[in-house]
T-cell receptor, first 114, second 112 residues
Framework: NAGVMQNPRHLVRRRGQEARLRCSPM?????VYWYRQLPEEGLKFMVY????????ESGMPKERFSAEFPKEGPSILRIQQVVRGDSAAYFC????????????FGPGTRLTVT | GENVEQHPSTLSVQEGDSAVIKCTYS??????FPWYKQELGKRPQLIID?????GEKKDQRIAVTLNKTAKHFSLHITETQPEDSAVYFC???????????FGAGTTVTVRA
């Protein structure tokens, strides 16, 4: 039973480029959450999605960041026109159904903006 | 929103001794409290969790206690081993609000 998958594991982008981060939830899980972890800090909630629906994006920066979870395929976190402050580890987590608390994390994507 | 504070930020213990990490939360509506272990460069792994309808939960060498009145919860690791060295995060979640609010983490080092 494969766990949560994320790719790429490491991503280097120059300032102004776009970053696309992918997350495939665990088999049977239909809820995806994205968190950001800055160096030496805890994880901060960004967005919660179900298939074709954004449920809560209260943690997403208002500009340049977007997320989707299409009917087919992985969830995508997209960062446009990246800046140095976007450098962080981005983790996604999945859970099997609504009102289930347990969230299982993927290995993360470490984004470095040069 | 929920605010979770975690102490200490670093903890060094002798192998075989116990380690205790404490967290406080601000929103009395929080009712789910997981603990995650994160090794360097790895994913956070859920190691134990507790819901607000119980005061204590144990799983082998780890235990979690919850004091709803004081709004704090703690992780206890007994008979520590070198492989327990990692960063530990507490988190809290409010009923009907799935997002986890994390503490800043505790770096635990077990000295052989």
């Amino acid at each position: 039973n494969a766990g949560v998958m994320q790719n790429p594991r490491h991503l280097v982008r120059r300032r102004g480029q776009e970053a696309r981060l992918r997350c495939s939830p665990m088999k049977g899980h239909s809820h995806v959450y994205w968190y950001r972890q800055l160096p030496e800090e805890g994880l901060k909630f960004m967005v919660y999605l179900q298939k074709e629906n954004i449920i809560d994006e209260s943690g997403m920066p208002k500009e340049r960041f977007s997320a989707e979870f299409p009917k087919e395929g992985p969830s995508i976190l997209r960062i446009q026109q990246v800046v140095r402050g976007d450098s962080a580890a981005y983790f996604c987590a999945s859970s099997p159904r609504d009102m289930t608390y347990e969230q299982y994390f993927g290995p993360g994507t470490r984004l470095t903006v040069t | 929103g929920e605010n979770v504070e975690q102490h200490p930020s670093t903890l060094s213990v002798q192998e075989g001794d116990s380690a205790v990490i404490k967290c406080t939360y601000s929103d009395s509506a929080s009712n789910y409290f997981p603990w995650y272990k994160q090794e360097l460069g790895k994913r956070p792994q859920l190691i134990i969790d507790i819901r607000s309808n119980v005061g204590e939960k144990k799983d082998q060498r780890i235990a979690v206690t919850l004091n709803k009145t004081a709004k704090h919860f703690s992780l206890h690791i007994t008979e520590t081993q070198p492989e327990d060295s990692a960063v530990y995060f507490c988190a809290a979640s409010i009923s009907n609000d799935y997002k986890l609010s994390f503490g800043a983490g505790t770096t635990v080092t077990v000295r052989a």
